[in-house]
């Protein structure tokens, strides 16, 4: 079979199901009458490989440290070299690689072994590594396009042109390369306002089967109405951007009926950007008597009142997760978080009370976290002990590329802003004061009995969540939620 295009996925990526991104170039190319093929190869790699611990998310660093992926490399030479070939077999003129910064290495492999079979095939890399244009230039050997941000408009025009023999230059959103290996000029694309007319991803030719949770990840807007100064949402999405709640919904009966699951995964950085688009999407829900089970992380909001919050139980919102980050107003402030520690408190409880799982991630040591204010996160907690059902992640602050903390880091005092995670202020804020910080707060909330699902070590994420439970949680959320203290390590210690 004859193919336009090749889109595939390398190893170390989630395996939880299949790559939302792709799934939605797929769809946009096929809409267009293109010949697409999907490859995950990362979920091949997954069942063939004889120790998937290093799947857990604790286990990131092995694919981001040059030092732990060595043996890998050497270890699945043959079959990266196996994986090449069948990419090379296919019929198509163009191959497209997801890159994110988990999977950069492998996929570095396979790219350089596809090109050394066949020179002819295009190369394009995208994903969330190519969030801005310098990424070009950090790969500039290693492909022949770099798509920068979201996909699917650019990567129809490059098919158009490249089918037409037409050049790549003037693309927008698009980098590409000269007889001289010199990149082109960028030019951002203007992202369409409208995200009902890419339709969702129905990943038709997948084995859904193989992966781990029973549904997909749905993703129902684009962007974050927020600035928080240590995230790099914004970057990657410049704009903020929803689908109709109608277009969710029947991407929820699409997989519901194709699956026959009722869990569902909604990934948005925030399900709540608008309450009035919530309660219609709740309303729906509520309308179709659908029983579906609802996964999904909402930000802090005043306008989320106890009515509403009830409404979104009945529609079948059991965990929510909030980016509550600290209990110090003025943190808080610097870290333009939108919210107040008053209005934090009253949304958790009224998360708890509407019998949802309130899930909160917490950050240590933000620029300007003194002892006072790591004081009052541990008061914080200790307030609102027994409405928090899950502290998800606790985190050491890290700058991240592409935030404003990495931009703006001049103003915050940060010294040497490329240490994402060791980065410091003088004496004052240093890696390890943060992680004293976090396990000091750990401590404190294994005191209170509240539980924990992961915290960020120099490793990387340690879980206390053991991967069967995980799964099951994912499986039957509500079902699990009288299980998830015995589950957790944690038990109940204080608590009355
Ligand atoms: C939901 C989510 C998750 C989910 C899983 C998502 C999934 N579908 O499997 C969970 C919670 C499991 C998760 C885990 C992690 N995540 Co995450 N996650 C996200 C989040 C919030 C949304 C991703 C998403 O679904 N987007 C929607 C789809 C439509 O967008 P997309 O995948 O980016 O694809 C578009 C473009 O990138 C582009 N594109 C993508 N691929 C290709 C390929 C080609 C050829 C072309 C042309 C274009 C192209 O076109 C697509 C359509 O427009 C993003 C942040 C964000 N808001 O985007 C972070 C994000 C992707 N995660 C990130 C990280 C670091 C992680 C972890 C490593 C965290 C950790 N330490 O454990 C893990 C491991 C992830 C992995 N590699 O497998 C980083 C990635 C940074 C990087 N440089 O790669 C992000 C960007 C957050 C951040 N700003 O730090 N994550
Ligand atoms: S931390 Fe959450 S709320 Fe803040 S900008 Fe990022 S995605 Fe938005």
């Known amino acids: 079979m004859k193919y336009d295009i090749v889109l595939v996925q390398c190893p170390m990526m989630v395996h939880f199901w299949p790559s939302t991104g792709l799934g939605y170039l797929c769809e946009y190319l096929r809409l267009h009458d293109y010949q697409v093929k999907m490859l995950d190869q990362n979920i091949d790699f997954f069942h063939l490989c004889d120790n998937r611990e290093i799947y857990r998310l604790d286990n990131d660093n092995t694919w981001y ?40 290495k492998w996929t570095l492999e396979v790219a350089r072994r596809v090109r050394r079979l066949d020179p002819q095939r295009l190369t394009v890399f995208g994903g969330s590594e190519f969030i801005l244009p310098e990424s070009a230039e ?47 000029a960028f030019t951002p694309r203007q992202m369409p306002e409208d995200l009902d007319r890419f339709p969702f991803p129905t990943f038709q030719e997948a084995d859904l089967s193989r992966y781990l949770f029973p549904n997909v990840c749905i993703s129902a807007s684009r962007g974050c109405i927020r600035r928080c100064t240590f995230c790099s949402d914004h970057a990657q999405w410049c704009t903020f951007r929803t689908r109709s709640a109608d277009h969710v919904i029947q991407e929820m009966e699409y ?55 009830r409404k979104a139980r009945q529609a079948g919102i059991t965990h929510v997760e ?50 006072e204010d790591h004081r009052a996160t541990k008061q914080f907690l200790s307030e609102n002990a027994a409405y928090i ?26 010294e040497d802003p490329d240490q994402v995670l060791t980065w410091r202020i003088g004496a004052e804020n240093t890696y390890e004061l943060r992680q004293q910080r976090m396990n000091d707060l750990i401590d404190h909330a294994r005191k209170l009995g509240i539980a924990l699902a992961f915290e960020h070590q120099p490793t990387g994420l340690k879980s206390y969540l053991k991967p069967k439970y995980f799964k099951q949680i994912m499986k039957q959320p509500w079902r699990s939620y009288r299980k998830i203290r015995r589950i957790m390590h944690w038990k109940k210690h204080n608590r009355d």
């Open 255 to 309: 997989h519901a009926k194709k699956r026959l699951s009722e869990t569902f995964y909604i990934t948005s950085s925030l399900l709540n950007f608008n309450p009035v688009w919530f309660e219609e999407f709740c309303d729906k829900l509520i309308e179709k008597r659908m029983n579906w089970e609802i996964v999904t992380e909402m930000i802090i909001d005043r306008r989320m009142t106890p009515e509403l919050l």
């Open 65 to 104: 440290s040059e030092e732990l992926f060595a043996p890998l490399r050497e270890k699945y030479r043959g079959l990266m070299d196996q994986q090449a070939q069948a990419i090379a077999d296919l019929d198509a003129p163009i191959v497209g690689y997801t890159v994110s910064s988990t999977n950069v």
């Open 138 to 184: 950090r790969y500039r050997d290693e492909a022949d396009v770099f798509v920068i941000g979201e996909g699917e408009e650019t990567l129809l025009e490059l098919i158009e042109h490249h089918h037409q023999n037409m050049p790549l230059t003037g693309i927008d959103g698009l980098i590409c390369k000269n007889e001289r290996n010199e990149l082109s």
């Open 322 to 371: 909030y980016g509550l980050e600290c209990g110090s107003d003025k943190i808080l402030r610097l870290m333009k978080k939108g919210f107040t520690t008053q209005m934090a408190r009253e949304n958790i409880r009224n998360t708890h009370n509407a019998g949802i799982v309130c899930e909160v991630n917490l950050i240590t040591g933000f620029p300007g976290e003194m002892e």
């Open 389 to 414: 059902d899950v502290i998800k992640v606790i985190h050491a602050c890290a700058v991240l590329p592409n935030s404003p903390l990495r931009r703006r880091y001049k103003e915050f005092g940060i």
